[in-house]
């Protein structure tokens, strides 16, 4: 049996680690980054702003040139300009100049989702597709976990951020140039499948219109949005994506702040029961992949979504017993990254080949605007009514995504 999809899967895996180490390098170092250019932490809060927003306006072109033309060039130009972008990070010596980094590294980092996604889709067995995606979801939990050893290993050392921010792009100038490498041994039917579809379908249905292929991007992305209009599950799935980052944004935020004020726990325990909540959850993810691959997509949802109305409903009526409330935290993130697999599933089968790096690249749109809207509107919720509110809403939101989840299960794919 060919070794392909394990070494397609790997490697994209391996990327998930390093853009996502990128996506929040800034963020372990605000006080020292602070201390260094005299910026407060609104203004540093920006950089990771920058970041995204890069990032979100990013998606449908790189999803568009992953299509039409390769998804192993977006692969390998995602990870080299991230890494370009936090070698400047940790060049910078101004705060100009880390907006600037910033700007870059957005600009590689948009490129990893609408790369990975297809690649996974045109390499793994529909028997192992669910798994695959649990392990690329899994190494994104180990990335964004990167900075945050990276930075306090550095400082205690006595090293400085500056050579943890270079320790990081070091990582990502190694990988790059291995992926360069790795990516020759990737067949061209994996390398180039949006391309090779869009190919066929351009000489079914339009055989004598050759010249279509020098279309303008602009032109190209106009009619992928129009074509969404008749993409019935594909539009559920985005609504889907943003109303599960929405409630994800609003655990992550805020479950510490939950168990200090609402369960009287002291708030140094409440902050390392959230932390270990997301590893409990990044393990749970691989688990999410088997049943995936066992009992389907939508069965996964389900009970996903529907756990989470239930534990977070039970932790906003502030009736729980402490070590109760402690262990529907550890959970809460579990519930969600449970369906993780299952998501990225259904989008892969409602795809059309040649569209899957700007459908995954909607997906990622969507869970950009639930990470931006969230915790804002959710602290919101605590300062005028109380932290058992919020939690009462985010019970409200899980039961939105139970309902889109009904919704995609009786669409036609």
Known sequence: MSRTPQVVVGLVAGSHVVNHAYLLLFAPAFPLLGEE???????????????????????????????????????????????????????????????????????GVAGHHPAHYPLISAAAPDAYRSRAYSVHGFAGAIGLAVPFAAVPAATTLGYGWRAAFGAVAALGAVYTVATVVVVRRIPGEIAHAGALAADEEELVDA????????????DRLREYVATLAGAPMILLLTALWFVNSVAVWGIRTYAATLLAAG?????????????????????????????GDRVGPVPVLYAGYGSLVVLAGALASALLPVLAAVGAVLLLAATVDLSRPARATLTDFASARGDIGKNFALMTIGISIGGAVAPPAFGFVIVVASVEAAFLCIAATAALALGLSVAVARTPG
């Open 263 to 291: 369960y009287g726990l002291a708030e140094g325990t409440a902050s390392l029961v959230a932390s270990a909540m997301l590893v409990v959850g990044a393990v749970v993810l691989l688990g999410g992949g088997y049943l």
């Open 37 to 107: 250019f005299g910026a407060s932490l609104a203004a540093l809060g920006l950089t990771v702003g920058v970041v995204n927003a890069v990032v979100t306006a990013g998606q449908l072109p790189l999803g568009y040139v992953s299509d039409s033309y390769s998804h192993t060039a977006v692969l390998v130009g995602s990870l080299a300009v991230g890494t370009v972008g936090a070698a400047l990070a940790a060049l910078s010596t101004s705060y100009l100049a880390l907006l600037a980094a910033a700007a870059v590294m957005g600009a």
């Open 207 to 218: 055989p004598s219109t050759l010249g279509a292929t020098a279309r303008s991007l602009a």
